[in-house]
C-alpha cells in the first residue's frame, strides 16, 4: 500500500482526472503516460492544414506546453483544411486565432507562439526548449532547415508532407534513426517543383497526415508502441490506400552522417535555390499591364487573348474574349496562332503565361505580350467581380 | 518479367496520367529506361543531364530503397512493384514557384 503514497496522482486536479478519464482508464496511457504528456513540450511549425489538427489534437490530449511558430494571416482559402480556424478569423494573425480555438479545447494548455518567420538565425534558440517538434509546413528551405536544427539540438522531428491527395509521413530521429537528409540529401531546383496548375490539396487529407503527426508525437512522449522511426509512409487517399517503405541511416549524411559537413545551420533559400529564380522567371518577356490591356480593349485595338491556364481553372472564371491553350498543350497548339496578330498570354498570376511568351518567342512569335500579375491583377486593378482563387 | 511502377501524384501528368505502368524489365535500370522511352517528358523529372537519378527521387522496389540494394541494376523478379517517391512540400502555395 506504501506505493499509493508514491503516485503522482496530485499533479492531475479532479477535473483534468475527469477530462482525461479516457485515457487514465487505457493501461497504455494511463496515470503516469497522462502526467507525461501533461509535462511535454511541443513545437508545431506552422498552424496551417497539417498545424490544425496537430495542435487541436495534442492539446485535447492535454499536452501541457504547444509551441507554435506562424506569421500568416487567416485568409478565405485556408478556411477549406486549416480547421482550427473560422471564417470570423479571416484577417487575423493565424497565431492569435490559433491560440483561442485551442484554449477553448483545452484551457490547460500553455500555448507559447512565436509570430515570426523561422530562420537559421532563430531556430535553434526556439527548439532548443522543446522535447519534439512537429514540422507542418508546406515549403523545402524551412523543410531542410527543420531537420537539420532538430539534428543539431538532438530532437526528434515528426514530419508530414502532402500533394493533392497524397501524402507522406515520417519521424526523423537522428539518434535513432535517418533524418530528412538521408531520404532526400537535395531538394528538386524550383524549375521542377510543381506550379500551382498542378497544386491544390484535398481538404481532408492534411486532417489525416496531421492527425498521424499527433499520434506520433503522442506515442513518443508516452515511450509506447512503435515509433515511425524509420519508416516512411505513404497515403494515396484516392485509392484509400497506405503503403510503408524502410529508410535508412545514410552514413555519409551531411548533417547526421559519420563525418558530417553541416555543423551549424546554413542559408536555407540560397540551398533550395529559390533566390535569383524568380527574378529570371518573370524579366525576360515583354509585359503588358491590366490598364493597359483593357485600354485596347476600350479602344477596340485588334489583339488575340490567349489564356494558358488549366480548363477547369478556366471554369472558375475568364477573362471575356479569352482562348484556352494550357501551357502544356502551347508547343503543339501553336499553329493555331498567327505571328503577325498582336497577342496578349495570361494565366493566374503571370508565371506559367511568361513560360508560355517565352516558348513563342522561341518559335518566332514577336507581337507578343505577357499580362502583368495574370487573372488576379485583372481582378485587383480592372474587373473587380473577377472571382479570385 | 512484368513489373509494376507506380507514378507519384506530382509525375502523372507526364505519364498519361496513369497511377501505375506496367513494364517488362529485369533490371531497376531497365525498368525506368523503358519508363523513360514510352513517357519522353519523364526523363527530366527523373534524372540529370547525365544520365544520374536525381537526388530528390528515390526509387523503391517492394518496401526497399534501391540505393541500399544493387542501385539501377537491382535484378527484377516477376510482379514486382517499383515505387518511385520524390519529395513533395505542399498545403498553401506560399512558396510554391507557381503562377
Redesign the interface.
Known sequence: MATLTEAPVAQLSKDEILRYSRHLIMPEVGMDGQLKLKQAKVLCI?A???GSPLALYLAAAGVGTLGIVDF?VVDF??LQ?QVIHDTDDVGRPKLKSARETIGDINPNVEVIGYETRLTSENALEIFKDYDIVAD??????T?YLVNDACVLLGKPNVYA??????G?ASVFYAKEGPCYRC??????P??????????G?LGVL?GIMGSVQALETIKMILGNGRPLIGR?L?F?A??LKF??????KNPDCPVCGKNPTIKQLIDYEQFCG?RG??LV?SANVPEISPAEMKKWMDEQRPFVLVDVREPHEFQICSIPGSTLIPL?DVPKRMNELNSADEIVVH????????KAVELLMQAGFRKIHNLKG?VLAWSDQVDPSMPKY | MPVKVIIPTPLRQYAGKQDAIEIQATTVAEALAGLTTQYSDLRKHLFTEDGKLRNFVNVYLNDEDIRYLKKDQTPLHDNDVISIVPSIAGGSHLRCICS
Do not use: W
Request: some cysteine.
Open positions: 506552422g496551417g492544414g497539417l500568416d482559402t485556408n483544411r507542418g509546413t508546406d515549403n523545402f528551405p523543410r508532407s502532402i500533394f493533392r491527395f497524397e507522406q531520404l532526400y540529401p537535395e531538394p528538386p524550383p524549375g521542377l517543383v510543381p506550379s500551382c496548375a498542378e497544386g490539396v492534411p516512411l505513404l494515396d484516392l485509392n503503403r510503408e517503405l524502410k529508410l535508412h529559390i529564380e524568380e522567371e502544356g494565366c493566374r498570376s503571370g508565371m506559367r503565361s511568361a495574370g
